[in-house]
């Protein structure tokens, strides 16, 4: 599995290197306690319902790039700092990046998970 940006025809990969909390302890934990990621990392939070969902960076010594979806349209792209950061978006799907990694994504484009 891949993520996949797409904006105006063109398409480049986010990440190659996917993994889903897909429980309630994924989901709290997130990137908590790890010292780092790989620079093709994504790490995938889904939702029953697009709804206000917030992420933290208590307890993850990195930056990181958050991107709030609903379907595979782009609501929300923010940079949240080591350890302090928090943001809030409208969402269905959050997917969590290594800082930079989301660089040329914009609310509007598309990003997806592709077999």
């Known amino acids: 599995m891949r993520l996949v940006h797409r904006r ?3 398409q480049s990969t986010l990440a190659s290197n996917l ?3 897909d429980s309630f302890l994924s989901q ?4 908590m306690f790890r010292g780092s990621v ?3 990392y994504a ?3 889904r939702f029953d319902d697009a709804d206000r969902h917030s992420l933290h ?3 993850v010594p990195f930056d990181i790039d958050a991107l709030w979806l609903v379907g595979d349209e782009v609501t929300k792209k923010k940079r949240l700092s080591a350890w302090t950061g928090i943001g809030f978006g ?3 799907t959050i997917v969590e990046l290594p800082a930079g990694a989301a660089d040329g994504v ?3 484009d598309l990003v997806e998970i592709s077999e």
């Open 8 to 10: 105006n025809g063109d």
């Open 19 to 21: 993994e889903t909390a």
């Open 28 to 31: 709290a934990r997130g990137l």
């Open 38 to 40: 790989p620079d093709d």
């Open 43 to 45: 790490l995938v939070f």
């Open 57 to 59: 960076m208590v307890f």
């Open 90 to 92: 409208m969402a269905d």
């Open 106 to 108: 914009e609310p509007g």
